[in-house]
């Protein structure tokens, strides 16, 4: 197939070198190198953000990426890509008026809005995926969120013709903000277990234990960690005043010698790091799909809130725990007798890595994003989606 792949504001091309962990930008890498190596032919539509960028960039893994001129090009916030989104529309219709793809899979509420305005008209079904619903994060607290886009998600999932849910909880919300049942097909994010399984280096550590955690939900593992003797805590990504948060955290629970707050951290340094965690902990209500996977992928059991996308990827007492978002009690009474029992840590762990290869890598998920697909653009599996021409 010919698939058109758009994502605004986050540009697979750094990722091996200097993305932030767990982000939008590698999903959409990992998912179109995966399916250029299926032997689909896949263009990468993002937002300039450099005046250095070229116009166009064939990866190594061979499919390209195209750098719209929308807005300056400069790094700007996800949302703020909203006030350029004509530049970036009207680009990507004068493209696929002239070559048409078989579909155009978009990342993000700023990239549906985009695809499905650029494909009015056109022969060009729209696949959605959202990376998370404002709705959802509104109700969990953020008054941040544009009205904007709470009005645009509602439109993108009444115009889209396939939306991809990441779980089957964001399905559920989906479903509420009035998205067809029928349209909706659970597509898990993928982990590249060529670079995250178990064999590899792993840091070193100061103390006998380490638990790691996303900066999401950070703040909850750093006050249970005072009852949890003999470890560390390593605490991954999170912005300026996130990273400020969490060390004031740290040293009003008394606990700052034993937490490192690292920052943005390079995929190619992840699995290393992962490796050297007894426990991967993420605590957050409806945290990052991918970090728990990366963490599994890697044979580290994870203990994460039993929301979102954990309460698919985790199976509780087998591959790690699954506790109530929010209870500190329960977190503590689960992370420190798993701390010290080498056996179940890895026993979860092994039972952890055969999930992730079974069910989510990259090649499985690919797969099944193709699916979807040929379905969106009624090509019959059987046919070879690159001579359809619509």
Sequence with gaps: MRIAVVSAHASPLPVLGDAEEGGQDVHVADLAAALTADGHDVVVYTRRSSPR????????????????????????????????????????????????????????????????????????????????????????????????????ERLIGRQATRVLAQCTEEKAHLVRVGVLRTRIAVVPPGVDVTRFKPEGPRLNRALPHRLVAPATGAEDVITVLRTVRDAELVVV???????????ERARASDVGDRVRLVGRVPQVAMPALLRSADVVVCAAEGGAAVTPLEAMACGVPVVAAATGAATDTVVDGVTGRLVPP????????????????????????????????????????????????????????????????G
């Design 53 to 152: 960028s070229p116009d166009v960039v064939r990866t190594r893994s061979g499919y390209e990426v195209v750098h719209v001129p929308a807005g300056p090009p400069i790094p700007i916030r996800p949302d703020e890509i909203l006030a350029h989104l004509d530049e970036f529309t009207q680009f990507l219709r004068a493209q696929w008026r002239v070559s048409p793809p078989d579909v155009a899979h978009a990342h993000y509420w700023t990239s549906g809005v985009a695809s499905v305005l650029a494909a009015n008209g056109l022969p060009v079904p729209v696949v959605q995926t959202f990376h998370g619903l404002g709705a959802v994060a509104r109700q969990a607290g953020d008054e941040g969120v544009p009205e904007a886009r709470l009005t645009a």
């Design 326 to 389: 929010g209870d500190l009690r329960v977190l503590a009474r689960v992370l420190r007798p798993l701390l010290v029992d080498d056996a179940r840590r890895d026993a979860y762990g092994v039972a952890a890595a055969d999930r992730v290869e079974a069910r989510y890598s990259t090649t499985r998920v690919a797969t099944e994003a193709v699916r979807v697909y040929r379905d969106a653009a009624g090509v019959p599996e059987t046919v070879d989606a690159s001579a359809h021409e």
């Design 237 to 247: 990504g999170g912005r300026a005043e996130d990273v400020r948060r969490l060390r």
